[in-house]
Structures are given as C-alpha cells and as structure tokens.
Nanobody, 125 residues
C-alpha cells in the first residue's frame, strides 16, 4: 500500500511562488500516474495537474503556464511548482498516485488509488 505525504505548503503572497512536494513510500512511483488536486472550503476536490510515466503532463486551464508538475523516480517524489499564484489558488492541496493500469491523462479524483492527507496553501497579502 503506497503512502503519500505532502510538504511545502503555507502562506504565499499574490504573484509569489511556492513548491509543493509529495514523498511516496510503500512502493515505487516509477510506473504510476501522479497528480495534484485542490480543494477549497465547501468545494469539491478539483484537478490541478497530472504527469504520467512518460513525463507527459497536463494542467487545469487556469494554471497552465504558471504551475509545473514534475517527478523524481529515483527519490520516489513528485512536485508542484506554483508561480505567479493567484488568490483562487487558496485551498488544501492533495497529491495522488494511480496504478499504471488505469492509463494516462487521469483528470478525475476517482481515477486515483492513493492519496496524501493534504496540505494548506493560502494566497494572501
């Protein structure tokens, strides 16, 4: 059973940058699809970014060009670099991992097998 732990959250000013990390244990991420999701208070968990085992990545439209998802299979970690953040980026961020048999381009939370507990990101001046 894979376990995921997020780190790097906190308070960031509008226009600033923040990098979230997700450390995986209990199994290798090498063949897994990895994703980041955001959940604002009272809202559903929504897709932010995903990357597959071939390093093909995809982003929610509002963050494309500003956020970057990456992975380090040797360290069993993956990341979300957030640049030029806006107030609507505030929320709890969850990292997630999906077994390879689910395919690629996984945009729905229902398609992921393992989840971190989440970490808060607050964009405020």
């Amino acid at each position: 059973q894979m376990q995921l732990v997020e780190s790097g959250g906190g308070l960031v000013a509008p226009g600033g940058s923040l990098t979230l990390s997700c450390a995986a244990s209990g199994g290798p991420i090498r063949r897994n699809v990895l994703g980041w999701f955001r959940q604002a208070p009272g809202r559903e968990r929504t897709f932010v970014a995903t990357i597959d085992w071939m390093n093909y990545d995809e982003y929610e439209a509002s963050v494309k060009g500003r956020f970057t998802i990456s992975r380090d299979n040797d360290k069993n970690m993956f990341y979300l670099q957030m640049n030029s953040v806006k107030s609507e980026a505030t929320g709890a961020y969850y990292c997630a991992s999906a077994n390879a048999w689910r395919g690629s381009r996984l945009l729905s939370p229902n398609e992921y097998d393992y989840w971190g507990k989440g970490i808060q990101v607050t964009v405020s001046s």
